[in-house]
């Protein structure tokens, strides 16, 4: 397929004009123009690059990709060999943020939904980012992080209440701890994201409502590999989703 056919479905499907983001969504560095075989990942870091050189792949497509707002913009150091590695080459680079968290089925915020058993019933915070609905077996906030743990093969951070009984969850991944008041002006009974902050101990304290970080790049990595399914159905091309292991 032609690489301006795939940025035009994909921009498309992941609504990305209505979406105000801290980097452009889409194509971020122009390769080839003919897309047969796509690496998908979290984070177009230097070791996702590498991989990608020596899979022999057209184009990359990524959850966290470049350009952020208020970053350095010279192309040195790391940048420099970055982006080198993909001009070298002839490889695209298409990245896509808040679009992929919000999608209603291949988002991050849908696939840690389906991943974790909860069914989302609304959406709240900035450009109705993060949602909230309910646990499929109501537990406490102790129960409902055990599980989690085992399903994301991660040992997340519970601060708070770990007995409190959950009949409503929020949840918004990455790094979204600055979403738990309107979690808990919401309803939420617990709160999941990916990173937590020094301020967020004292909130799930004090509010009573416990607050479960998960890892940042452990409630990421659905949308993406989900992106990678549906690129292989859709289109009949190679679409791979790598994991490269990151702590946070």
């Avoid at 080839?32 to 497509?61: M, N, Y």
Wanted: with cysteine.
């Amino acid at each position: 397929m032609q690489l301006a056919e795939l940025q035009a479905h994909l921009d498309e499907l992941l609504e990305v004009p209505r979406f105000r983001d801290y980097s452009p969504n889409g194509l971020q560095v122009e390769g080839r123009a003919e897309v047969h075989r796509v690496l998908c990942g979290v984070t177009a870091s230097q070791a996702l690059l590498d991989r990608a050189v020596e899979e022999g792949v057209d184009a990359i497509v990524v959850h966290h990709g470049w350009f952020w707002r208020g970053e350095d913009g010279r192309i040195t150091g790391i940048r420099k060999r970055r982006i080198a590695s993909l001009l070298r080459h002839d490889i695209s680079l298409l990245a896509y943020h808040l679009p992929l968290d919000a999608h209603p089925q291949l988002g991050n915020n849908a696939q840690l939904a389906a991943l974790a058993g909860w069914v989302g019933e609304g959406r709240f915070g900035d450009q109705d980012i993060a949602w909230i609905g309910r646990p499929e077996r109501p537990g406490t906030a102790g129960q409902l992080a055990r599980s989690l743990a085992a399903r994301l093969g991660r040992e997340p951070l519970l601060v708070g209440d770990g007995d409190r009984p959950v009949s409503r969850v929020a949840w918004c991944t990455g790094g979204a701890q600055g979403y738990f008041e309107q979690a808990i002006a919401a309803g939420a009974d617990l709160y999941v994201s990916g990173e937590i902050s020094e301020q967020t101990v004292h909130l799930a304290r004090e509010s009573g409502v416990p607050y479960l970080a998960a890892g940042h790049h452990a409630t990421e990595r659905y949308g993406i590999h989900a992106l990678a399914q549906y690129l292989e159905q859709t289109f009949g091309i190679e679409a791979r989703f790598v994991d490269l292991d990151n702590p946070v």
